[in-house]
């Protein structure tokens, strides 16, 4: 995988366990203290964040870095 589809696995997946949870951008936003905008661009593969702020976010979704990377299509 490349750096490209890293970013989108890692978005798509954040999206996929956003919606299981039946939370909007704005509330994931809040709960993790991200701005709509900065969850947004994680969503569509556009930000390339840092090993922090990607454990904050799958430890909100009880799941590991690793379960954020791999593929669910």
Known sequence: MNDKE???????????????????????????????????????GKYNISLTRARKISQFFNKSIDEMLKSQK
Do not use: C, D, M, W
Not at 10 to 20: L, P, Q
């Open 6 to 44: 890293v970013l989108e696995v890692f978005g798509h997946n954040v999206k996929i366990e956003r919606v299981k949870k039946s939370l909007s951008q704005q509330e994931l936003a809040e709960k993790t203290e991200f701005s709509v905008p900065y969850i947004s661009n994680i969503e569509h």
